[in-house]
């Protein structure tokens, strides 16, 4: 410690610093500073430049309003509950879609990862469905639901389950052969080995795959939404889609700021969250 | 190994030996890249006996201990451990991540199906005995090397089985911390009567720790010579007899290398 104390301001804030290492407070307050200041500073770019193009006069203020008369709707949505109503509609069809596209992917994925046979005979038709736009689905889908909630949920589950089961995949070749090494020699073997041993250390990509999933899937969302749009049923997607039938510009940028906000949301708060804290706990990540 | 009768005579050889190899080969790869890693390897490991298998890099050490540890299969030859699926220690320690401390000592535990109770009763005692009781509940991650290695030692020592093999385990660490834990291996060992296959590259690690070391040639690997450990324990590294043995292998192992290439020449 003795090299560590010299130049030393004042003892006390000396010592404390030697033993914390990376976790010196005015460093770590001044990161999470930058933290938020970089992307409000994008945000306020990108809302300048949007209002210098509606200076512009490019076009009609009708067809393309500036922020300030857009944001003043957005406010006015959320508060007569007209954005909690949409959102609770539209993120019930995206839990319910992630759990069955959870459930598929993972279920294909550990099929792929234990059986070689497996893996070979759909790594390809899976690498295929994951470039393919969900979109296209929708054509069979309507057919095959007609317009209705199994449509929606179609497309979605075969927007993400590609995903969660290619992370997985992956995730599991990334496993240290030696820790399964480990794990054999102490008595683990085949589903127990599996479950305690294999997954756990491919949980972070595993999750990683989630996110992506998630990705895809409230495209795949919007998407459905927009084309199969239930007129009992006001969701997200249906209120892009009236607003566009009325010429309501103002709303439709309202709304699209909306399917914005809660993908990020999503992917930061729930996904992006989730995997960190696994890192975290692994010293793959710094600690909050 | 002596084993004490009933009627308080000693009696020699009654107990089979806890580790048995004869004419054991292991081929790696195919066609052109083909290595032969072992050949025709012999050996005897008795109960509760100490042993050091020492070489080169690349002579076959950790082919053989995998081979003993049941994660690899021979070419040919035949392979008899008593007592079960034999613990192991690696260079790295190889905890589980996601895991604390004393959950990863509790895996094996788990693993044999021990109940919770027993399993808290027994990750204290050897978290204990490992001096790493202050240290239950952190994870891997915040550990240092040398915690590392030990909590791995607790963990194998969970197992319960009645030989433990251990893969170059203190490589890695500085000299100082490698010392400290030849002090607790050896203190451990003599303690639990286990039987120990402890690889090495280094002389000094081999005659500090063994009661007899088996020298390895490199290319085929084989039993080149073997050495007894006459040395009281506990031992120092830096005791005369220790440093003597030590220069002994050194010199022994130098002309094992020169013999090897110049035999490849
Ligand atoms: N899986 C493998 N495939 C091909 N060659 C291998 C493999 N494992 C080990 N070898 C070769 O076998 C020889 C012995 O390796 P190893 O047992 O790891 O030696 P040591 O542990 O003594 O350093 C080396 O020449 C190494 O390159
Ligand atoms: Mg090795």
């Known amino acids: 410690m003795a090299t560590l104390m010299a130049q030393p301001k004042s003892s006390e804030s000396v010592a404390p610093r030697a033993f914390a290492g990376s976790r010196e407070p005015t460093q770590s307050v001044s990161r999470s500073r930058r933290g938020v200041v970089a992307p409000v500073l994008a945000v306020v770019v990108a809302l300048a430049l949007w209002q210098l193009i509606v200076w512009s006069g490019w076009k009609p203020e009708w067809v393309l309003p500036g922020p300030l008369p857009v944001l003043r709707r957005l406010v006015e949505e959320l508060v007569s509950g007209e954005v909690a109503s949409a959102a609770r509609i539209t993120l019930a069809r995206a839990a319910l879609g992630m759990t069955i596209a959870t459930l598929i992917g993972t279920s294909l994925g550990v099929c792929m990862a234990k059986s070689s046979w497996v893996r070979n005979a759909l790594s390809g038709l899976i690498a295929g469905l994951q470039t393919m736009p969900s979109v296209s689905w929708f054509p069979l889908a309507i057919l095959l639901f007609q317009l209705g909630e199994e449509s929606i949920q179609f497309v979605v589950v075969l927007g993400a389950a590609p995903s969660i089961a290619v992370g997985l995949v992956s995730a599991v070749d990334h496993v240290p052969p030696l820790l399964v090494r480990v794990g054999r020699t102490m008595g683990a073997r085949g589903f127990v080995l599996f479950r305690r041993v294999i997954f756990p250390a491919a949980l972070p990509g595993y999750v990683a795959g989630l996110k992506q999933g998630w990705a895809f899937s409230w495209r795949s969302l919007m998407a459905g939404e927009l084309m199969v749009f239930l007129a009992d049923r006001p969701s997200i997607g249906a209120r892009l889609h009236f607003a566009r039938e009325l010429s309501d510009a103002e709303g439709l940028l309202a709304w699209m700021i909306v399917v914005l906000s809660i993908g990020i949301l999503v992917d930061l708060a729930v996904f992006g969250r989730l995997e960190h804290t696994l890192r975290a706990r692994r010293g793959l990540a710094e600690e909050h | ?220 690997g084989r039993v080149a010579d073997e050495f007894t450990v006459d040395v009281a324990r506990p031992r120092r590294i830096d005791a005369p007899d220790v440093s003597r043995l030590a220069g002994r292998l050194t010199d022994r192992l130098k002309e094992i290398i020169r013999g090897d290439t110049d035999g490849a020449a």
Do not use: Y
Request: net charge neutral; charged share 25%; with cysteine.
């Open chain 2, 1 to 220: 190994m002596s084993v004490l009768r009933s009627d308080g005579t000693q009696s020699v050889e009654l107990a089979p030996p806890a580790v048995l190899v004869r004419g054991l080969s292991r081929r790696h790869g195919r066609g052109e890249q083909q290595v032969l890693a072992l050949d025709g390897i012999d050996l005897e490991i008795a109960q509760g006996e100490f042993l050091c298998l020492l070489g080169a890099s690349g002579c076959g050490k950790s082919t053989l201990l995998h081979l003993i540890a049941g994660l690899d299969k021979p070419t040919s030859g035949e392979l008899r451990v008593e007592g079960g699926q034999p613990a192991v220690m690696f260079q790295d320690s190889a905890l589980f991540p996601w895991l604390t401390v004393a959950e990863n000592v509790a895996f094996p535990l788990e693993m044999r199906g021990a109940s919770p109770a027993r399993r808290r009763e027994r990750v204290a005692e050897l978290l204990e005995l490992v001096h790493l009781d202050a240290f239950a509940a952190h994870r891997p991650h915040q550990l240092s090397g040398g915690m590392r290695q030990r909590a791995a030692l607790a963990r194998a020592l969970a197992q319960d089985a009645r030989v433990l093999l251990m893969d170059e385990p203190f490589a890695a660490l500085d000299a100082m911390l490698r010392d400290l834990l030849h002090d607790e291996l050896e203190r451990i060992w003599q303690r639990t009567g286990l039987t120990v296959v402890f690889v090495t590259h280094n002389p000094r690690e081999a005659a500090r720790l063994a009661d007899r070391v088996i020298v390895l040639s490199s290319r085929p």
